[in-house]
């Protein structure tokens, strides 16, 4: 049974680029969280989606935005990137309704220069 | 800002102690959890207590929670090299929409 599965695992960007990265999650279920976990801190919650919808909202601006398909997976987009976008990004999956346990994906290390 | 807050942020201990870390929170809470990240990868689930219950065991970790206080400590017995890690406490919203982390523990166990 497979994990939570992300591509890529690392990506190196310029200024003002845009970029996408993707999840899929576990087998059975139909939420994904997406985190961003920026050097020697926790992670920080950006957005939820479920049955392809947004369903919550971290503090995180409009250049940050987020699909989710029909089989559930997963893409988290990035626009007009900044040097403070250089971070850890995590996808996580859950089954709701549930108590919040989530399991994560590996993680895609992104790189502003 | 952080829900949950860990303390202390950095810990060093022999291996074969016990090392105890601490999660504050702010807010009503449905359950509180504890993951484990290695080396900057995905976080691991190790436990979740719920907000009815005060104690929790699962191998070598003991979870207490204290709702008055808003508080939860995280015990590891006969810690191990391979506990070295960062471990963060986190609590879910009602319905569990949205997760918030605290800044972790980060934990380094001597060989």
């Known amino acids: 049974d497979a994990g939570v599965t992300q591509s890529p695992t690392h990506l190196i960007k310029t200024r003002g680029q845009q970029v996408t990265l993707r999840c899929s999650p576990k087998s059975g279920h139909d939420t994904v969280s997406w985190y961003q976990q920026a050097l020697g801190q926790g992670p920080q919650f950006i957005f939820q989606y479920y049955e392809e919808e947004e369903r919550q909202r971290g503090n995180f601006p409009d250049r940050f935005s987020g699909h989710q398909f029909p089989n559930y997976s997963s893409e988290l987009n990035v626009n007009a990137l900044l040097l403070g976008d250089s971070a850890l990004y995590l996808c996580?999956?859950?089954?709701?309704?549930?108590?919040?346990?989530?399991?994560f994906g590996p993680g895609t290390r992104l790189t502003v220069t | 800002s952080q829900q949950g807050e860990e303390d202390p942020q950095a810990l060093s201990i022999q291996e074969g102690e016990n090392a105890t870390m601490n999660c504050s929170y702010k807010?009503?809470?449905?359950?509180l959890q504890w993951y484990r990240q290695n080396s900057g990868r995905g976080l691991v689930h190790l436990i979740l207590i719920r907000s009815n219950e005060r104690e929790k065991h699962s191998g070598r970790l003991r979870v207490t929670l204290d709702t008055s206080k808003k508080s939860s400590s995280l015990l590891i017995t006969a810690s191990r090299a391979a506990d070295t890690a960062s471990y963060f406490c986190a609590t879910a919203n009602t319905g569990g929409f949205k997760t918030i982390f605290g800044a972790g523990t980060r934990l380094f166990v001597k060989a």
């Open positions: 996580a999956s859950s089954s709701w309704p549930g108590e919040g346990r989530q399991y």
């Open positions: 807010t009503s809470i449905n359950n």
